[in-house]
């Protein structure tokens, strides 16, 4: 196998990880929000089988119970702290394994020490992009007061 099918081979196999692991997650989050749906939809036909009469159903609504059941939940957001240690995190592990993939390059035999070096310096590029990235956010999040529940403007 010649240097340039290693490093296209190498790749291939992470792009195709990438997407594995996004289609997973998504999955998993569209899971949970359908078993949510399913589950509110449960609680509100459940509601309005033991409440009798419209009056009934009025009369509860106006109550705080009945206005807190019915209020729509506002999307998810993670918090700027989860989002700048998740690439913090990635960049990170990064950096420590395209150092490592430059490590063991000096192991494996002269054919196989090009694509792993090219293979190595991609991903700790890839890494410190990542902690720049982390670094950024942190500041712009600083910047537009999103630490602890602050608005924007």
Known sequence: ??????????LVIGVIGFVLVTNLRALLD???????????????????DKLGSSQ??????????GQNLFKV????RP???SRILNSVQFG????????????????IGVEGQEPAAVVGTLVMALGLGMLLAGAC????????QLFNGGGGK
């Open 73 to 76: 939940a506002p999307p998810d």
């Open 79 to 81: 918090a700027p702290y």
């Open 92 to 107: 990170v592990v990064a950096l420590v394994l395209g150092g490592g993939i430059l490590a063991i390059r000096t192991m």
């Open 56 to 65: 009934d159903v009025l009369a509860w609504l106006q109550t705080d119970a």
């Open 30 to 48: 569209h899971m949970r929000k359908t078993k949510s749906e399913k589950l509110q939809s449960e609680v509100y036909n459940k509601m309005l």
């Open 1 to 10: 196998m010649s240097a340039n099918e290693a490093i296209a081979l190498i």
């Open 137 to 144: 956010s942190y500041a712009l999040s600083k910047k537009f």
